[in-house]
């Protein structure tokens, strides 16, 4: 009974090294915090495991993947998007190559990570379709003002201007050393 119990133990914690037990959850931060169009956004993996690959995908349709590169502790990418809107993120995992016998070593997309901005607060991947992501929003650049518009700025400033002056010119004026 007592081998028998220890070969499950031993089998158990095996097939955890092997597989990786599930059980880690990845934090993909990016920044800036509010990205806007042409802007580079930077994402950073902070807890990899450093015997896999990763890469970000940068949106669900994607067909190419964000390299992510070793930096320290963390791995990070960029990518800069061209259009605004709400993009939803994935991580992207290549197997384990420091396990040359693991009998699943093909890239599979991650289902445990949180994102958000750097600093936090950090959301659960769901479920888009038939993908984990988490969504990034990227906003239109602040609109230029037009030519209708700086004229319409000018001429409040300069009714502003007119309307003050007027005011002190037509008060009645005091004289305060004359005598009567």
Request: charged share 10%; with cysteine; hydrophobic share 40%.
């Amino acid at each position: 009974m007592k081998k028998y119990l220890c070969s499950i133990i031993f089998c158990y914690c095996s097939s955890l090294m092997l597989f990786g037990g599930g059980a880690s959850i990845f934090r993909v931060e990016y920044s800036p915090s509010n990205p806007v169009v042409n802007q580079e956004v930077t994402f950073t993996l902070t807890n990899p495991n450093e015997c896999q690959d990763y890469s970000i995908v940068p949106f669900v349709d994607a067909v190419f993947v964000v390299p992510l590169g070793e930096n320290g502790n963390t791995r990070t990418g960029t990518f800069t998007y061209e259009d605004p809107g709400t993009y939803h993120i994935s991580l992207d995992v290549d197997g384990v190559p420091c396990i040359p016998f693991r009998s699943n070593n093909d890239r599979e997309l991650v289902s445990n990570f949180e994102f958000g901005p750097v600093g936090g607060p950090y959301t659960m991947a769901v479920l888009q379709g038939n993908v984990f992501c988490s969504p990034l929003i990227v906003a239109a650049p602040a609109p230029i003002p037009t030519m209708t518009q700086w004229g319409i700025l000018v001429l409040l400033l300069l009714s502003a201007i007119v309307g003050v002056v007027y005011k002190f010119s037509s008060s009645p004026k005091v004289n305060i050393g004359a005598q009567h």
